[in-house]
């Protein structure tokens, strides 16, 4: 009780300071401006108005304070990737912890259902505990960013003054919410009030999302300007700032990013769980953990190749030059590396559901599939991986008489790329089908019928998407990039009618035993080990991405970056310090769940099939199928 009221106190006044920060931020920088009578044209919407706010700085005006040989880059980088790791874990446990409370509130099952209540009431201590951290690593960066930045954090701080208050109330509110939301667990247990409480969660994750939109509407101004006149300045539209060309996809994208980082953590957590566990009870438990967090976390990371698709679109829309610059210049090869681990990771979910086929009774049925599903695999991520252009010196481009390469440059169009990544997705949804069935004997009189609807419902699917992406081959590139809505909406299609055909085939099924929780081979944990690395690195690896195609700007086309670090970092520094930012970001997590379980209380379930005595934070309970 006494670290419970201790935890909630040091919340409140992180949470407290943090607000009283930026409104003080705010009213400094809400102090009046110059006043200009003229009237000047918006650099996006092209809508008139009269300018409110500093212009950016110029080139001679902008100051770097130095301290000592400090690389303020460097430091700027690692503080701000911490944050926004943490923002994206805080962002996501709110949510994983209200989906969790829903489907407790929904089974059938009262074991199950006080297991799905369980986890998420650990989930939420951690989540209060983390939210803390992120805003005392917020206000860090904030410093950093005024001592080291002070002529970029001037400009943008004057242009977005109005919105400081705004972003203050709503982490307030986001704050209050999740703390009422954690501490009324225990005191909201009643049916009726169950409800309520859930619905305390919904609105927490609406805030929280709302919190997210505000600060991604910083980083797409910084990529796609807009609200403001070609000097800088503000032009009185405050929806015309916010709304920048990069602002829904980028929200789209994060926040799925957010969702998939967030599920990685606690993967890894489980993986280390069921690696130390002493007792099969225990390794039955995060065994499941495991199962659960991966299906969430795959459910983020099936629309997001369509979500980077729409944001890279959209760079290309807004500026040419730099989509270019991320995809056929200078980052091209971390195109590459981000194309590779996306394709692992689609190979990763596959092995996982392959290796957990061993926990269930009757899955050897389906093993001869799983070579054939392997082979489709292999092919689609050869196909995703080509590229069309790459990123050549000088003398190669002129030893090959142009930019375009004889051979590469035939090949990796990106209606084909967009149909293979559609294709990994297909199969995936398919082994998942399969990992429904495998303890299960069909009872239904059209079983042979539904399985061929199925079977002519991939085949059709696939056909469709194969045939679009060839058909790109032969379409000018402005008009091949519309390819992709097609290609998303058949897979949309045929993964959501399979499920419903197959789940209306599974009524009355024959269940040939329980899932054998715990009974993973080791081998298969490794692999969901690896997953979750490879989701944290590969949103790190998006964000550098995504942050270096402004190049030598700070705000792209107004103010530029003339420090002494204004220049982009190679392939091999670049994934050094995303792999730093992952590891720390990982051991600071981890630390985190070792003090939401030291001192932890059992849950004490009044049901037969739950241990009654102590346990770690996510108690264990008897395996259960879900």
Sequence with gaps: M????????????VAASIALVAIAIGCVWNGPDSSFAESSTDVYFGTEGTPQGPAAPTPHETVY?????????LLVWFVTQQHTYFGGFVLALPLFCALLEFLGLITPKPALALRYDGLARDLAKVAVLALSVTALIGSVMLTMFITLYPSFMKYMGGTFKGFMPVYAAVFV??????????????????????????????????VGTALLMMVNAWS????????????????????HLLHSALWNPLNVHRFLADIMSGGAVVLAYACYRFFTSKTDEERAYFDW??????????????????????????????????GVTMMGGLLTWLFVVQALLIGALFLGINYYLWQSMARIKGSERYQPYYQLLLGVLMLALFIWLTPHT????ASEVKAMGGAQHPVIGNYGVMSAKNGAVNILILVTALSFLYYRRANRTMTISWTRTGNIAIAVLYAVGALNIIWLSIYGFYLPAKIRVGLSAPQALTTLTVIVTGVVINRLMLRGAVVHGPIQWGKIPLRGMVGLFGLAASFSWVMGLMGYIRSSGRLSWHVSELMADVSPWA???????????????MVVFWAAVLALFWMCEHGQQPAMAMDEEFRDKAAPLLAPVPSQET
């Excluded at 304070?65 to 880059?73: F, V």
């Excluded at 967090?293 to 760079?315: D, E, H, Q, R």
């Excluded at 790459?390 to 010196?393: A, E, K, N, V």
Aim: with cysteine; aromatic share 14%.
């Design 2 to 13: 006494g670290q419970g009221l201790r935890l909630k106190r040091f919340a409140i006044r």
């Design 65 to 73: 304070p130095r301290i000592g040989s400090l690389d303020n880059r």
């Design 390 to 393: 790459l990123f050549m010196s």
């Design 173 to 206: 509110g986001e704050s209050l919410l999740l703390i009422v939301y954690y501490y009324g667990w225990n005191r909201m247990t009643e049916r009726g009030m169950k409800w309520i409480h859930a619905a305390i969660g919904i609105l927490t994750n609406i």
């Design 220 to 239: 797409a101004f910084m990529m796609s300007p807009a609200g403001v006149d070609a000097q800088g300045r503000f032009l009185g539209n405050a929806w």
């Design 567 to 581: 220049f982009t970092p190679d392939l091999q520094f670049a994934t050094k310090m995303v792999t730093l930012n």
């Design 289 to 322: 953990v495991g199962y659960i967090f991966l299906f969430v976390t795959v459910c983020a990371l099936v629309p997001m190749p369509i979500a980077g698709y729409w944001l890279m679109k959209s760079v290309f829309v807004f500026r040419q030059t730099m």
